[in-house]
């Protein structure tokens, strides 16, 4: 279990400069890390997500591989807060725009599930004008 060992020992400052770990998300398919993500729990007892909570860019990785919908999700719901800077907000637009052929229908159904309220009416909600009639579309055209 090279990857649990690697996030035991990472170097908190910068984990994306240890081998190990770049070695194993980038050569193993998703499947295999979904795999490991659960034999961590069933081993440590807890979530891989809580051994790196400090660790940001590392945590969102993982959790980009092994369950984009659901980091996808989280990532349209922060571009919706009032305090979001310029790249979060940007973020809305880079995601409807690159999974709208992947996965869109299933990050849809996500947010509903996630945050009790359909993606569809958020956008409404918040976006204004011809940018929100784009969004809309696009999501409808998924949907």
Do not use: W
């Amino acid at each position: 279990m090279t990857l649990a060992i690697a996030v035991k020992n990472v170097d908190k400052k910068n984990p994306i400069e240890d081998d190990a770990i770049v070695r194993i998300l980038t050569t193993r398919s998703k499947l295999h890390l979904k795999a490991v993500v659960k034999y961590y729990k069933e081993i440590y007892g807890k979530n891989i997500d809580e051994d790196l909570d400090t660790l940001m860019s590392l945590k969102e990785t993982l959790q980009c591989l092994c369950n984009p919908q659901a980091y996808f999700s989280k990532v349209l719901n922060n571009a919706f807060k009032d305090d979001a800077d310029e790249n979060t907000k940007e973020a809305l637009t880079r995601v409807i725009m690159t999974r709208s052929n992947v996965d869109m229908k299933e990050i849809i159904e996500e947010f509903d599930k996630q945050y009790k309220v359909p993606l569809t009416q958020k956008i409404e909600d918040v976006a204004l004008g011809n940018y929100k009639d784009f969004l809309v579309s696009l999501i409808r055209r998924v949907a």
